[in-house]
């Protein structure tokens, strides 16, 4: 099994920056991809961004295309996503997911695609 741990949501103004993480333990296999999602009231959990561990290569909504940045680090087992410019519509409940990249064809906004969640982390933009 996998157990994702994400931190580093709160509360904060518009225009402001956080920075998420997201801690993977437990089994681990030889090729994954890790993506962020978000739930806001109401709505339906969305894709937020995603990579490719062992290439680095990222995929971004365009809802936060040049705001959000996600990375990873190797050591640590760590995925990050840093937030800049935040807005109050990204005010949601902020997931990461690991997939285990058995399945041909994968799509990074795929939810259904993805083996593990994590608990996730509030993040609230006021305006």
């Known amino acids: 099994q996998v157990q994702l741990v994400e931190s580093g949501g709160g509360l904060v103004q518009a225009g402001d920056s956080l920075r998420l993480s997201c801690a993977a333990s437990?089994?681990?296999?030889?090729?994954?991809?890790m993506g962020w999602f978000r739930q806001a009231p109401g709505k339906e959990r969305e894709f937020v961004a995603a990579i490719i561990w062992s290439s680095g290569s990222t995929y971004y909504a365009d809802s936060v295309k040049g705001r959000f940045t996600i990375s990873r680090d190797n050591a640590k087992n760590t995925v990050y996503l840093q937030m800049n410019s935040l807005k109050p519509e990204d005010t949601a409940v902020y997931y990461c997911a690991l997939d285990r990249l058995t399945r041909p064809g994968w799509v990074p906004a795929t939810i259904t695609q993805y083996d593990y969640w994590g608990q996730g982390t509030q993040v609230t933009v006021s305006s």
């Open positions: 437990g089994r681990t296999f030889s090729s994954t991809a």
